[in-house]
């Protein structure tokens, strides 16, 4: 069964950086894009972008151009999503799910708490 | 950005029909999409463009509409389907709805 499995929780200080991975299994990797997604309480689920697992090429929200860098690595089957200049603004679940248009597979989530 | 706009909360009894709507700010052809989540859970999804069930969801659960007015139906509904629901669009770039809070009775 298709299963995306993400790294776990991240308490990071204003300023730094936090990549969190995805790794997927039970289908062939390159078959679906992974998207990003963010929760927060306040915002709901915002969509971060996309990356193609076969060429690389990405996709970004306006909004998280600069804030987000999506990278893959085949070999492992493994998305990665790195955030950068972390703000308190950046505290929430990240979420990776399979295919750009709708989310039929999700990751468990990956809580990232921002805070000095 | 297409904006997606659900009622915030819906309260039902078990065995009752309960219809949750999703208007959007612009025509988004068939592309909406719902979605089902649980407290501490990642989101499921149900409805893929706009009537698709999805691959082991109950037949309980349909989607309707076209262009700005979508509506996800739960026939009957159960204690189980206490979640928050979501509708999603991807005609114009990809948004959210803020989400509505369905309580069982």
């Known amino acids: 069964q298709v299963q995306l499995q993400q790294s776990g929780a991240e308490l990071a200080k204003p300023g730094s950086s936090v990549k969190i991975s995805c790794k997927a299994s039970g289908y062939t990797f390159t078959s679906y894009y992974i998207s990003w997604i963010k929760q927060t309480t306040g915002q709901g689920l915002e969509y971060i972008g996309y990356i193609n697992t076969g060429s690389g090429g990405t996709n970004y929200n306006e909004k998280f151009k600069g804030k987000a860098t999506l990278t893959v690595d085949k070999s492992s089957s493994t998305a990665f999503m790195q955030l950068s200049s972390l703000t308190p603004d950046d505290s929430a679940v990240y979420y990776c799910a399979s295919a750009p248009i709708w989310f039929a597979y999700w990751g468990q989530g990956t809580l990232v708490t921002v805070s000095s | 950005d297409t904006v997606l706009t659900q009622s915030p909360a819906l309260a039902v009894s078990p065995g009752e029909r309960v219809s949750i709507s999703c208007r959007a700010s612009?025509?988004?052809?068939?592309?909406m999409h719902w979605y089902q989540q649980k407290p501490g859970q990642q989101p499921k999804l149900l409805i893929y463009?706009?009537?698709n069930l999805a691959s082991g969801v109950p037949a309980r659960f349909s989607g309707s509409g076209s262009g700005t007015d979508f509506t996800l139906t739960i026939d009957p509904v159960e204690a189980d389907d206490t979640a928050t629901y979501f509708c999603q669009q991807s005609w114009n770039d990809l948004t959210f709805g803020s989400g509505t809070k369905l309580e069982i009775k």
């Open positions: 612009e025509g988004v052809n068939s592309y």
């Open positions: 463009k706009a009537s």
